[in-house]
């Protein structure tokens, strides 16, 4: 009867710690984080050379923002017409594609980059700073912040195809 009631006790203590930390971690991205249609939260991350890049310096310009990873399969389907994407968006300066990884380290990006023959800018977000002021959950999520500096959308996974992530961002593009 006694380990019974040191077992519950135990569990108990766990299911509390569990809600207590569960609440902090969703407190600590300063509340709601980014709302559709209202100013996008500010950002400075550093890229893989180790320099600061500034949302508010691509302010008139519509960004898409892509979290990914290169080790999630799925997150890097969508990285390949990406990055095509910004090969053309490159040509006019209006649309900005910025990608941010939150998990690995500049080599080992640098390195993939590399071996596909990348070129869209990379930032690192090691401590989730602009991963929670989006509620970014999961891998991949692509969100666009409009030329005004609205957030737009936020897209959760994986785009099928070019096709439907062009189709998905149509209304949105100057």
């Not at 108990?12 to 710690?17: D, P, R, S």
């Not at 023959?117 to 989730?128: A, G, M």
């Not at 970014?136 to 785009?159: A, H, Q, W």
Request: charged share 25%.
């Amino acid at each position: 009867m006694k380990v019974l009631k040191r077992v519950i006790k135990i569990t108990l203590a766990i299911v509390v710690l569990t809600g207590i930390l569960a609440t902090a971690a969703c407190s600590a991205g300063g509340g709601q984080g980014a709302r559709i249609d209202e100013p996008a939260p500010g950002f400075t991350l550093k890229d893989l050379d180790g320099r600061s890049v500034s949302l508010s310096s691509f302010k008139g310009k519509t960004v898409f923002i892509n979290f990914w990873d290169s080790s999630f399969e799925y997150s890097t389907d969508d990285i390949a017409f990406l990055h095509e994407l910004h090969e053309e968006w490159s040509q006019t300066g209006e649309i900005i594609l910025l990608t941010i990884d939150t998990e690995e380290d500049a080599d080992t990006i640098k390195a993939f980059m590399a071996e596909k023959n990348y070129s869209f800018p990379v930032l690192l977000d090691r401590q989730y700073e602009v991963a929670g002021k989006y509620n970014v959950n999961y891998i991949p999520t692509t969100l666009m912040i409009d030329k005004e500096g609205r957030f737009k959308f936020k897209v959760e996974g994986p785009f099928r195809s070019r096709t439907a992530f062009e189709k998905q961002i149509a209304g949105y593009l100057p």
